[in-house]
């Protein structure tokens, strides 16, 4: 499973056609938008991007850290979020997208300090994925306890 992750974010395939995006594979670069959204790197952020990926994709800790890696330079690749929004909403229950907005404030408040620029980027993604403003707010207060 993490070759076909790391060869979808590397474009690499076997048939030469790219790879299908796996919803997990769009929401670890939704992870990566929210850490960057603030323009600061903070390794408390990545660090928690990773546990989320350990455990979302059922993977070790270095294999997350491998996906963070990849994942980063596929963010930094996009402009639009629509391609990874679509592929969460034809896959994910609402009840697994809210788990993923709850991912995102996780996200968000791992360096300590919540910047509007974070929570621009999630109520963005929460509006992409069809979620309504109470998800967005529920979600925020789950992640902080």
Same mark, same amino acid.
């Given at each position: 499973?993490?070759?076909?992750?790391? #060869?979808?974010?590397? !474009?690499?395939?076997?048939?030469?056609?790219?790879?299908?995006? /796996? #919803?997990? $594979? @769009?929401?670890?670069?939704?992870?990566?938008?929210?850490?960057? @959204? &603030?323009? $600061?790197? $903070?390794?408390?952020?990545?660090? *928690?991007?990773?546990?989320?990926? @350990?455990?979302?994709? /059922?993977? /070790?800790?270095?294999?997350?850290? =491998?996906?963070?890696?990849? @994942?980063? &330079?596929?963010?930094?690749?996009?402009? &639009?979020?629509?391609?990874?929004?679509?592929? =969460?909403? +034809?896959?994910?229950?609402? &009840?697994?997208?809210?788990?993923?907005?709850? +991912?995102?404030?996780?996200? #968000?408040?791992?360096? !300590?300090?919540?910047?509007?620029?974070?929570?621009?980027?999630?109520?963005?993604? *929460?509006?992409?994925?069809?979620?309504?403003?109470?998800?967005?707010?529920?979600?925020?207060? #789950?992640?902080?306890?």
């Amino acid at each position: 499973m993490i070759e076909q992750i790391l #060869a979808f974010f590397k !474009g690499e395939s076997e048939t030469d056609d790219k790879p299908a995006l /796996s #919803a997990e $594979d @769009a929401a670890a670069v939704l992870l990566i938008e929210v850490m960057m @959204a &603030d323009h $600061d790197l $903070d390794h408390r952020e990545k660090d *928690c991007i990773q546990d989320i990926l @350990a455990r979302r994709m /059922s993977v /070790s800790k270095s294999d997350a850290e =491998i996906c963070v890696e990849v @994942a980063m &330079d596929r963010q930094q690749e996009t402009h &639009d979020l629509f391609e990874f929004t679509r592929v =969460i909403n +034809d896959t994910f229950d609402e &009840d697994q997208r809210y788990e993923l907005i709850v +991912d995102l404030w996780r996200v #968000a408040f791992a360096d !300590g300090q919540l910047d509007k620029f974070e929570d621009h980027r999630i109520r963005r993604v *929460c509006d992409m994925l069809h979620l309504h403003h109470s998800h967005f707010i529920r979600a925020k207060s #789950a992640a902080q306890h």
